[in-house]
T-cell receptor, first 111, second 115 residues
Framework: AQSVTQLDSHVSVSEGTPVLLRCNYS??????LFWYVQHPNKGLQLLLK????ATLVKGINGFEAEFKKSETSFHLTKPSAHMSDAAEYFC?????????WGLGTSLAVNP | NAGVTQTPKFRILKIGQSMTLQCTQD?????MYWYRQDPGMGLKLIYY???????DKGEVPNGYNVSRSTTEDFPLRLELAAPSQTSVYFC??????????????FGPGTRLTVT
């Protein structure tokens, strides 16, 4: 069975500092992995996805994630946080006929 | 393309009332999904459909019903609304599910309050 764990429910960074949002997954086969972002009172938008091509995946707005099979991780990073990055971030793993969603990490960016 | 559209955007229901949340996609996607999102929580899958005429339960189907008579439409029916169904409801669609995996496209959501 597939599962996903977001290791931090809340992360706070200062503007201009790096962002790290952690995600571990469990899958009985080679998974597809996604990061989605949800800004306050908005819908969900795909940030990036991994589908067994390059292990370092680049997404929108300067975000990237690295698939590490040995660590079963898919952490999301950004070199320099911007105020507009404040949002809820969801790590997602593909399951059988559906996606398995993490509980989300709330990112706060302080001026 | 409009993508995934949902109506209404907001609704207040009284306990025991019924309503249908509408969802339409114009991307010719086979797979469609209904999620609910409670405050501070992730998404929970209510029902999904793998094509016209085929639906299946997700994690939290109780109190809801769905139908899929066309590829485009996937309405969610709430019967006998209860306060526990106060939530934001998202409809999504995808061309393919599972590995190699495909992204889901989301509608803007319906904010439902049951009082």
């Amino acid at each position: 069975a597939q599962s996903v764990t977001q290791l931090d429910s809340h992360v706070s960074v200062s503007e201009g500092t790096p962002v790290l949002l952690r995600c571990n997954y469990s899958s009985s086969y080679s998974p597809s992995l996604f990061w989605y972002v949800q800004h306050p009172n908005k819908g969900l938008q795909l940030l990036l996805k991994y589908t067994s091509a390059a292990t370092l995946v680049k997404g929108i707005n300067g975000f990237e994630a690295e698939f590490k099979k040995s660590e079963t991780s898919f952490h999301l990073t950004k070199p320099s946080a911007h105020m507009s990055d404040a949002a809820e971030y969801f790590c997602v793993v593909s399951g059988t006929r559906k996606l398995i969603w993490g509980l989300g990490t709330s990112l706060a960016v302080n001026p | 393309n409009a993508g995934v559209t949902q109506t209404p955007k907001f609704r207040i229901l009284k306990i025991g009332q019924s309503m249908t949340l509408q969802c339409t996609q114009d991307m010719n996607h086979n797979y469609m999904y209904w999620y609910r999102q409670d405050p501070g929580m992730g998404l929970k899958l209510i029902y999904y459909s793998v094509g016209a005429g085929i639906t299946d339960k997700g994690e939290v189907p109780n109190g809801y019903n769905v139908s899929r008579s066309t590829t485009e439409d996937f309405p969610l029916r709430l019967e006998l609304a209860a306060p526990s169904q106060t939530s934001v409801y998202f409809c999504a669609s995808s061309y393919l599910p599972g590995p190699p995996g495909d992204e889901q496209y989301f509608g803007p959501g319906t904010r439902l309050t049951v009082t």
